[in-house]
């Protein structure tokens, strides 16, 4: 059986010898939920992009089900895989459910717009979401958690089977941040989403993802399990900090001590 999501070999840069990815390989189960993690500038929002073909690889592959990407249309593709980025539009100001009914395009025949079936999706994608009381408000009137949740939404009305997510928390406090990753956790066991996250937060990637894959200078430097992945040494080499890893009810969380003295 193919894997829903398979990266090989993948570079890109902009100049030929300063690749930001360089020799990137992944492979992504059904029903997933990993998370990429690193620190700044090691290429993980780039090799997101890739994955959802938003950025062309200078080399290697992207391949969804076993086909390739690059020989996809993009509707198909918008059909089985979205994106939530970490920064949307602000000052779109349309309601809720305006912004949610986009999801279906990807379903619309030409000219065809949203009703019957198409509406019924909509209905799911701001229940799942609980953005129903909030669906005939305008994105302006929002806070941020409400807005991230309503572009979520979006996602959702595309009825994808993968779901991918470039820090999605950055911007939101800590209790939005919990209900956002709460929601998404759901997404997974419930829907079956397969989920492929770029995350900031160790702590939050260790809790809730299912496995971790760590990035450095634009390839891949560990994965495995938060437990495999989470070691002293792990933040050392990769993050070149010392910390302190404790065992919280079987999640690895980690407290940062001081830099790593040369």
């Known amino acids: 059986m193919s894997p829903a999501l398979e990266a090989a070999d993948l570079k890109y ?30 290429g993980k929002s780039t090799v997101l992009r890739m994955l959802a073909r938003l950025a062309s690889p200078q080399r290697g592959t992207v391949s969804m089900d ?17 994106m939530l980025t970490q920064t949307q539009e602000h000052s779109l100001d349309i309601t809720v459910r305006e912004l949610v009914r986009r999801g279906r ?5 030409w000219f065809e717009e949203s009703r019957g079936k198409h509406e019924e999706v909509v209905d799911w994608a ?31 009305a595309q ?3 993968i779901l991918l997510l470039d820090e999605p928390t950055t911007y939101l406090d800590i209790a939005h941040q919990l209900e956002l990753m709460e929601l998404i956790r759901r997404l997974n066991r419930e829907q ?3 989920v492929v996250m770029v995350l900031h937060d160790l702590n939050q990637a ?13 390839t891949i430097v560990r994965a495995g399990n938060p437990s495999e992945v989470f070691r002293v ?15 919280d009810d079987g999640v690895p969380v980690y407290l940062p001590c001081g830099v790593v003295k040369e």
């Open 66 to 82: 076993g086909r390739t990407l690059a020989g996809m249309d993009s509707k198909a593709i918008a059909r089985n895989m979205t």
């Open 192 to 194: 079956g989403i397969t």
């Open 105 to 109: 395009n990807p379903h619309l025949k």
């Open 159 to 161: 009825t994808p089977r």
């Open 206 to 218: 260790a809790r809730y993802c299912n496995r971790i894959v760590a990035m450095k200078q634009g």
């Open 126 to 156: 701001l229940q799942v979401t609980s953005m129903g009381k909030l669906q005939h408000r305008s994105l302006l009137e929002l806070s941020g958690g409400e807005r991230q949740r309503a572009w979520l939404a979006m996602c959702m």
């Open 233 to 247: 040494e792990f933040f050392r080499e990769v993050f070149g900090i010392e910390a302190k890893v404790h065992n």
């Open 13 to 42: 840069g902009y100049r030929p010898a300063d690749s930001i990815v360089n020799g990137f390989n992944l492979q992504v189960s059904e029903g997933e939920w990993l998370g990429i993690v690193g620190p700044n500038g090691s």
